[in-house]
């Protein structure tokens, strides 16, 4: 049997990982300021993370949620603190994108309603509906496709109003920060928008926080730079740290019924292991914190590239959007400086490092950049 050829791959083995370098079968070290796509959140190997899990696996890796699992009642309370939202109920499942998927079903079946708001260059999974709220038509199958998802432009207060207007609005799904969109930062106003919006029409605000949240942008969730609530937080990415989970966070007034969502694997003993390390590492070494100010270094100093066409983001999600000539800068950053960072397409290099990146490696990664500009001049003359 061979894979299934789906990703183009770069040809590099990474066989070991160290905070926020990693390591190839040659034993060349690079610095990973892509977080294997803004999962890694307290770099690899973090001693404490491995040997929670370890202990854990001793004792039970997995049973089914037919039985009291109390891991799961002291994840929903450590996230519930460290989110700041410690009056919302917690539902674990295994990805993002089933995330998104159990939040716009659970927003339906609280509302009865169907259609739902998704914006321009969203990104919110690959299930069914979390693929038709993509902007992606390529990745959407005929199966997938839905006339109950409207896509709006971004930030266009205008367009929001006249389409709760025009339809019986279920919910709104919405990045704080786009990030396969090319890190696009919602505004603070069109997020209070659609908190005034869902309130006046009794639908829900689906903040999708799978890449922009669990801390990343210095805030638990980058909506909360709006200082408003939404109903439902979806979550995965850095929350295990590399194990897989996912969660929503969904406030009070959602109430459950019996058998309304279920999942077999989602929230077994393992992945909460995994997960309350994660938030136990966050709170003790001040994660947020460093993601807040390492992130607004690295934003400013990036500012001052006069070859910069822009800089977006916050904390350590960041785009840096170059201009055409520049295209190659990623490559070059990882063949001839080792170092991996993300991508939005056509010309953005993404960074979603370890929330605990340091200093100096923030300044390892401008001076390589730096050089990568300043070589591709020397070409162009
Ligand atoms: C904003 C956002 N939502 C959802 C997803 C889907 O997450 P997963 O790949 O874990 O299903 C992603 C993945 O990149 C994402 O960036």
């Given at each position: 049997?061979?894979?299934?050829?789906?990703?183009?791959?770069?040809?590099?083995?990474?066989?070991?990982?160290?905070?926020?370098?990693?390591?190839?079968?040659?034993?060349?070290?690079?610095?990973?300021?892509?977080?294997?796509?803004?999962?890694?959140?307290?770099?690899?190997?973090?001693?404490?993370?491995?040997?929670?899990?370890?202990?854990?696996?001793?004792?039970?890796?997995?049973?089914?949620?037919?039985?009291?699992?109390?891991l799961?009642k002291q994840l929903?309370e450590k996230?519930?603190?460290?989110?700041?939202?410690?009056?919302?109920?917690?539902?674990?499942?295994?990805?993002?994108?089933?995330?998104?998927?159990?939040?716009?079903?659970?927003?339906?079946?609280?509302?009865?309603?169907?259609?739902?708001?998704?914006?321009?260059?969203?990104?919110?999974?690959?299930?069914?509906?979390?693929?038709?709220?993509?902007?992606?038509?390529?990745?959407?199958?005929?199966?997938?496709?839905?006339?109950?998802?409207?896509?709006?432009?971004?930030?266009?207060?205008?367009?929001?109003?006249?389409?709760?207007?025009?339809?019986?609005?279920?919910?709104?799904?919405?990045?704080?920060?786009?990030?396969?969109?090319?890190?696009?930062?919602?505004?603070?106003?069109?997020?209070?928008?659609?908190?005034?919006?869902?309130?006046?029409?009794?639908?829900?605000?689906?903040?999708?926080?799978?890449?922009?949240?669990?801390?990343?942008?210095?805030?638990?969730?980058?909506?909360?730079?709006?200082?408003?609530?939404?109903?439902?937080?979806?979550?995965?990415?850095?929350?295990?740290?590399?194990?897989?989970?996912?969660?929503?966070?969904?406030?009070?007034?959602?109430?459950?019924?019996?058998?309304?969502?279920?999942?077999?694997?989602?929230?077994?003993?393992?992945?909460?292991?995994?997960?309350l390390?994660?938030?136990?590492?966050?709170?003790?070494?001040?994660?947020?914190?460093?993601?807040?100010?390492?992130?607004?270094?690295?934003?400013?100093?990036?500012?001052?590239?006069?070859?910069?066409?822009?800089?977006?983001?916050?904390?350590?999600?960041?785009?840096?959007?170059?201009?055409?000539?520049?295209?190659?800068?990623?490559?070059?950053?990882?063949?001839?400086?080792?170092?991996?960072?993300?991508?939005?397409?056509?010309?953005?290099?993404?960074?979603?490092?370890?929330?605990?990146?340091?200093?100096?490696?923030?300044?390892?990664?401008?001076?390589?950049?730096?050089?990568?500009?300043?070589?591709?001049?020397?070409?162009?003359?």
């Amino acid at each position: 049997m061979k894979l299934f050829d789906v990703y183009p791959i770069n040809p590099i083995n990474i066989v070991k990982g160290v905070g926020s370098l990693v390591y190839d079968d040659k034993g060349t070290e690079y610095l990973d300021l892509y977080g294997g796509h803004a999962v890694i959140s307290i770099g690899h190997t973090n001693p404490h993370y491995v040997k929670r899990l370890e202990d854990q696996l001793h004792q039970i890796g997995f049973y089914s949620n037919s039985i009291e699992i109390p891991l799961q009642k002291q994840l929903a309370e450590k996230l519930g603190h460290v989110s700041g939202k410690e009056d919302y109920q917690l539902f674990l499942c295994n990805s993002g994108a089933e995330a998104n998927e159990n939040a716009l079903k659970l927003a339906s079946f609280y509302n009865g309603k169907k259609m739902v708001i998704a914006f321009r260059k969203s990104f919110h999974g690959r299930t069914s509906l979390a693929v038709a709220a993509t902007d992606n038509p390529k990745i959407v199958a005929p199966v997938n496709e839905t006339d109950n998802v409207i896509f709006l432009p971004w930030c266009d207060e205008a367009a929001l109003e006249q389409a709760f207007n025009k339809y019986e609005i279920s919910s709104v799904i919405i990045e704080g920060i786009q990030g396969v969109g090319g890190i696009q930062v919602a505004s603070v106003s069109f997020l209070q928008k659609i908190r005034s919006l869902c309130d006046q029409y009794n639908s829900v605000f689906i903040a999708d926080s799978v890449q922009c949240g669990y801390g990343r942008t210095g805030k638990f969730y980058s909506q909360d730079f709006a200082g408003v609530d939404a109903d439902i937080y979806s979550m995965a990415k850095g929350m295990g740290n590399g194990f897989p989970i996912g969660a929503i966070s969904i406030a009070p007034k959602i109430k459950p019924a019996y058998f309304m969502l279920g999942t077999t694997f989602g929230g077994n003993h393992l992945a909460c292991a995994a997960a309350l390390a994660v938030l136990e590492v966050m709170e003790q070494d001040k994660l947020m914190q460093n993601a807040a100010t390492v992130g607004g270094y690295l934003i400013e100093e990036l500012k001052k590239f006069p070859q910069v066409k822009e800089v977006r983001g916050r904390g350590l999600m960041i785009g840096i959007e170059l201009p055409e000539e520049l295209a190659h800068a990623k490559k070059d950053l990882l063949f001839k400086h080792h170092i991996f960072t993300g991508e939005a397409k056509p010309n953005v290099i993404r960074l979603l490092p370890a929330l605990n990146l340091s200093m100096a490696h923030a300044d390892r990664f401008l001076e390589a950049f730096n050089s990568v500009l300043k070589a591709s001049e020397v070409v162009a003359h």
